[in-house]
Every structure is written in structure tokens, then in C-alpha cells.
């Protein structure tokens, strides 16, 4: 069984500030284990619920924030950028985690709460419903075939995640957001065990048979883009969007995940990478 694991880092167990998660703050680098050890947690989750395999995808910022030495020798690691389409090798998974992810923008008293970019993005609307990272992961996935079925985070984020993914999830909440830069948190230990029992359970779900429901977005799809300044609206203007007003640029889609590159599966065999799982266990 194939699990890949997309992880961000503002839903990591004891993570609150901005200090925590910009690679230039005081505390990144502490942040850093944190986010590793969440991540090791959902490894051993996956593999004692019955993975064979498992694939983790650094999503956070220029993708190069686990401290690769600390992690799982089991585990296969995504770094760097860029990456498009958005999930590489996610293609023949049977499950998608979301470790340590956070809630839209705008969600009331979420901790660290954006959608995509907390420097410019104010709001994002997927045929006029706000959407978050939650939702465009899980239609990514989604239309690979591939389900979401377990995220971790704030308890803000554990709500989105049901009220989209449905209350079928696993989801383990390490802290409860009390603002933006401010949140109740369990230990870090106490999270990692949370984290482990989700991923734990939901592998053990799928391989009883389970069937966790695909997300989709719809076809065709409108994405509107809020902006907090006129600059960065301006910049991304381009000859198939449509200028809404000094803020919003809104593009039409024949899916989501095409403004993300799309999907690994539809890409020519020439085009792809491939990987062959024996050849990481030879000598």
C-alpha cells in the first residue's frame, strides 16, 4: 500500500508564530525539528496501519525545510522547487495525508491562517466558494484517483477539512487556534501521538477495504483571486484572465488542479520521472 504525505508547516504541533515558519525567523530552526518529528510521526503511523510505501511531499515555502537526516529511514522525500505539476508521484496512491496544514484565509481565530501566500492573497474563491488549501489539495488528489484521508493541524483546520472532505476524516487536532498568532497547544509529544493514531487508523481503514470519497471541485471551474495589494494583481494578469476590480483577477479552468499543473498521470511517458522503489534498496 502507497501513502504520500503532503506536509505544511503552520499546522505542526507547537508551531504559532511567523517566527516559526520563515526560513530567515529566530525560531525556524527549532520549527524545523518540530515539522520533522510531526512527520516521523505520521510515517510510523502509515507503515504500522500497513504501508509499504510511503512518499513524503515537502509543500511549505521553497520546499527544503525537514532536517533530512532526522527523518524516517523508511520514507521517501520530495524537496525542493519547482515541482508541476503539484504532486509528483502521487499517482497509484491509496491514500493522501495532510500534515500540519492550516486554515483559510480569513477562517476566524486560525492559527496561521492563509491560503497559499499570507503575503498577498486576501481571499480565494473556486466558482464563488472560498476554498483553502485543504480543498485544492484535495481536488488535486481527487482527480487522481487518489483520496484524502487524514489531516493534521488546528482545530479550525480539522473542521474545514470535515466540512469538505466529510466526517469520514482522520484528523488529528495538536492545538486550538485563539488567533492568528496564538494557540492553545497540546506538548509536541502529545501531538506526534495524535498524528500517529490518525495515520495509524486511516491506513488501517483503507487496507479493511474502506473506501474514503474523492473530492472534486467541479468541471469547468472560475477561480477568483482577492489580492491585498494592486500590485500583485497587476502582475498576475495574464491573456486568458479577467480583471475585476483593482484587487481580483479571476481566470476560468476546465479543472482546478490545471492551475496546478495538472495531473502526474496525464503527463506523456517522456515527460515523467519515473522511480522504481527496488532501486532505493540496493546497495
Not at 172 to 189: M, Y
Not at 227 to 241: G, I, L
Request: aromatic share 8%; with cysteine.
Amino acid at each position: 500500500m502507497k501513502i504520500c504525505i503532503s506536509v505544511d508547516m503552520e499546522g505542526i504541533s507547537g508551531i504559532n508564530t511567523k517566527e516559526h515558519v520563515l526560513s530567515d525567523a529566530r525560531l525556524y530552526a527549532e520549527a524545523r525539528r518540530m515539522l520533522t518529528e510531526d512527520i516521523n510521526a505520521a510515517v510510523r503511523g502509515a507503515f504500522a496501519g500497513g504501508a509499504d510505501e510511503v512518499i513524503v511531499m515537502d509543500m511549505h515555502g521553497s520546499s527544503n525545510n525537514v532536517l533530512t537526516e532526522l527523518l524516517d529511514e523508511r520514507a521517501l522525500l520530495l524537496v525542493g522547487t519547482p515541482h508541476f505539476p503539484r504532486f509528483p508521484f502521487l499517482n497509484g496512491s491509496d491514500g493522501l495525508f495532510l500534515v500540519g496544514y492550516h486554515a483559510q484565509a480569513g477562517t476566524e481565530r486560525g492559527s496561521l491562517e492563509h491560503t497559499m501566500t499570507s503575503m498577498a492573497w486576501h481571499k480565494y474563491l473556486v466558482n464563488g466558494v472560498p476554498f483553502g488549501e485543504v480543498g485544492i489539495d484535495a481536488d488535486i488528489a481527487g482527480w487522481e484517483g487518489v483520496p484524502v484521508v487524514m489531516v493534521s493541524g488546528d482545530d479550525k483546520l480539522c473542521d474545514e477539512a470535515r466540512r469538505v472532505l466529510g466526517a469520514q476524516i482522520e484528523a488529528a487536532c495538536v492545538k486550538q487556534g485563539v488567533g492568528r498568532q496564538c494557540a492553545l497547544c497540546v506538548s509536541p509529544a502529545e501531538g506526534r501521538r495524535r498524528v500517529e493514531r490518525a495515520a495509524r487508523r486511516a491506513v488501517e481503514r483503507l487496507a479493511a477495504g474502506e473506501k474514503f470519497p474523492l473530492f472534486c471541485a467541479g468541471s469547468p471551474v472560475t477561480v477568483r483571486t482577492v489580492y491585498k495589494f494592486t500590485p500583485d494583481a497587476d502582475a498576475a494578469m495574464t491573456y486568458d484572465a479577467r480583471r475585476i476590480d483593482g484587487y481580483t483577477v479571476e481566470r476560468d479552468w476546465p479543472r482546478l488542479c490545471d492551475a496546478y499543473g495538472g495531473l502526474w498521470s496525464e503527463h506523456g511517458e517522456e515527460q515523467r520521472v519515473h522511480y522504481g522503489k527496488d532501486e532505493f534498496e540496493k546497495e
